[in-house]
C-alpha cells in the first residue's frame, strides 16, 4: 500500500539520476574547457612536451659612430692627451720658406721674414728655443770653414739630405720649413689672405713629422694700404697661428706675461740724499779754501799820503817805468 502509493516519486528519482549519469562526460569536458587545461593523456602513453617559449627577438647592435681623436695636447674629460713632440726638446730650427708653383704675387720680402715672424713668436709667447737658419750665420761659416758643411748644403733652401747635418750644428732636433700654399689680394676689400703649410720633423732615431696648415688675414681697416703693408699683417697673423700649433705639439701654452714693475722710490729717495750729502761737501770744501787764502794776506793798515795830518814826509817810491 505504502509501495503504491510512493512509486511515482521513486520513478520520477530513478529517471532524474540515470539523466543525470548520461549528462556527466559533457560537463566534464565543459569544465576542462572552461579551464584551459590540457586533456589528460592515455593510460600508457608519455605525455608531450611542452611547446617552446616565445623568445623576443634578439637585440640589434648599434651602428659604431666613428669618433675623431681630440688633437695632441687636448684637455679630455679634465686630462690632456700626450704631446707628439717632447716638450724638454723644445728647441727648433726653422728653414727657409718657399711658394707653391701655383701661387703667384706673394710679395718676396713677405716670404723671407715668415721664419724670423715665428720663431719670434715662439720664444716670445711660448718660452721656445727657435732659431733661424742663416747662411752668413757665424755657425753655418765655421762649419763650413771645418769642412763640416759643404757650398751644397748652405746656398738656396736647405735639401731635406743636408737636414741631420745643419740641426747638428745648431745643436737642435727638429726642423721646420714651409710653403705659402695660398695668397690672395682683395683690392676691392683691401684685405690680403696668406696660407702657410708647415712640416714639423724631428730627426733621428723614431722622428716623426707633423703636417700643419694655417691660414693669416688682415683685419677690417677703413683707410686704404699698399699690397705690401697688408701682406705684411697677413704674414703676422699666420705667423701666431702657426707658432700656437707647433706649441701645440709640444703640448705647450702661452707663458703668463709678467706684469710691470712699480717705480723704485727708494732708489729716487737714494739718489737725493746722495746729491745733497755732495753739495754739502763740496760748500765746507769752498768756505774751507777762502780761509786757507786769507793767511797770506796783509792786513795791516796803510802809511798816510803825504801832507796828511800828523804824518811823517816819506817820500814815496818813484813809479815804475
Known sequence: MSYERHRPW??????????LLALTPTLTVMAVDADEAPPAPPAGVDPAPPPPPILAPPPVAPTPVPVTPPPPGAAVNGATTAPLFDANERNVLLLGFETDESVQGVPGEVISTL???????LNRTYDMDAAVFNRTSPIVQRALRERRLTEAQVTGNVPEAAYPAVAREYGVNTVVTGTVSSYNYDRATNAVELGLTLDVRALGPGGRTQVIAVSGRTAPVGVVSSEIALAAEAANDAATRAAAE???IYGLQPVPERPAEAPKRARKNRTGAIAAVGAVLLLVAIIAGNKGGNRN?????????????????????????
Open 10 to 19: 521513486i520513478s520520477r528519482t530513478a529517471c532524474g539520476l540515470v539523466y
Open 297 to 321: 794776506v796783509d792786513t795791516t793798515t796803510p802809511p798816510p799820503a803825504n801832507g796828511g795830518g800828523g804824518g811823517d814826509n816819506t817820500t814815496p817810491p818813484p813809479p815804475p817805468f
Open 246 to 248: 707647433i706649441a701645440r
Open 115 to 121: 721664419p724670423a715672424r715665428i720663431a719670434s713668436v
